[in-house]
């Protein structure tokens, strides 16, 4: 048990000492995940749009 909380605090201080923000992205990673994010709920809601019944 004690092996298991070292472990899990090592993992921890190695994370957080990696220096990169945002949950363990960098600034250029984030940039990619929100543009990513768009792009899909853009295709999300042109997909939507263009399957409804035209009268």
Not at 36 to 41: A, G, K
């Amino acid at each position: 048990m004690t092996y298991l909380s070292q472990f899990i605090e090592a993992g921890s201080i190695a994370e957080s000492s990696a220096g990169s923000d945002f949950g363990g992205l960098g600034k250029e990673g984030l940039i990619t995940v929100i543009f990513i994010s768009v792009l899909l709920l853009v295709v999300f809601v042109w997909i939507i749009n263009g399957t409804k019944k035209h009268d």
